[in-house]
C-alpha cells in the first residue's frame, strides 16, 4: 500500500517560497487552511478548543519565514517601491501548497 505521505520527490516543494507570496497565499486561502487544520486536530479536544489550535496552527505557519519583520520595528504602510497590482490568479501557486502541507504537518 502507497504512502500517504510526502516524500522526497513529490511534486510539494520542500523549500519555503518568499515571504510575500507566502503571506498571499495565506490571506488568499486562510479559511480553507483553517478547515484543514480542524479536520486534521484530535476529535478529542473538543470543537471550540480545535477551532481555537486550528486558527493558531495557521496564523503560526508563517512564523519562522525569512525577512520577517521583527518586534519593535514598524511598517511604514506605504507599498514598497515598483509594487503593482498582482495578476490575475489561475492555478495552484506552490506558496499555496507549501502553507497547506505545513499546517497538515504541524
Given at each position: 500500500?502507497?504512502?500517504?505521505?510526502?516524500?522526497?520527490?513529490?511534486?510539494?516543494?520542500?523549500?519555503?517560497?518568499?515571504?510575500?507570496?507566502?503571506?498571499?497565499?495565506?490571506v488568499e486561502h486562510y479559511p480553507a487552511l483553517v478547515r484543514l487544520a480542524y479536520l486534521v486536530l484530535p476529535p478529542a479536544l473538543g470543537r471550540h478548543r480545535r477551532v481555537l489550535a486550528a486558527h493558531?496552527?495557521?496564523?503560526?505557519?508563517?512564523?519562522?519565514?525569512?525577512?520577517?519583520?521583527?518586534?519593535?520595528?514598524?511598517?511604514?504602510?506605504?507599498?514598497?517601491?515598483?509594487?503593482?497590482?498582482?495578476?490575475?490568479?489561475?492555478?495552484?501557486?506552490?506558496?499555496?501548497?507549501?502553507?497547506?502541507?505545513?499546517?497538515?504537518?504541524?
Open positions: 500500500m502507497p504512502s500517504r505521505h510526502a516524500t522526497p520527490g513529490s511534486s510539494i516543494s520542500a523549500h519555503r517560497p518568499a515571504r510575500e507570496a507566502a503571506e498571499a497565499a495565506l493558531a496552527l495557521v496564523q503560526n505557519s508563517l512564523a519562522e519565514a525569512p525577512g520577517r519583520a521583527r518586534s519593535g520595528t514598524s511598517r511604514t504602510g506605504t507599498p514598497p517601491v515598483g509594487a503593482a497590482l498582482p495578476g490575475q490568479r489561475s492555478g495552484e501557486r506552490p506558496a499555496h501548497a507549501w502553507l497547506r502541507a505545513t499546517v497538515v504537518r504541524a
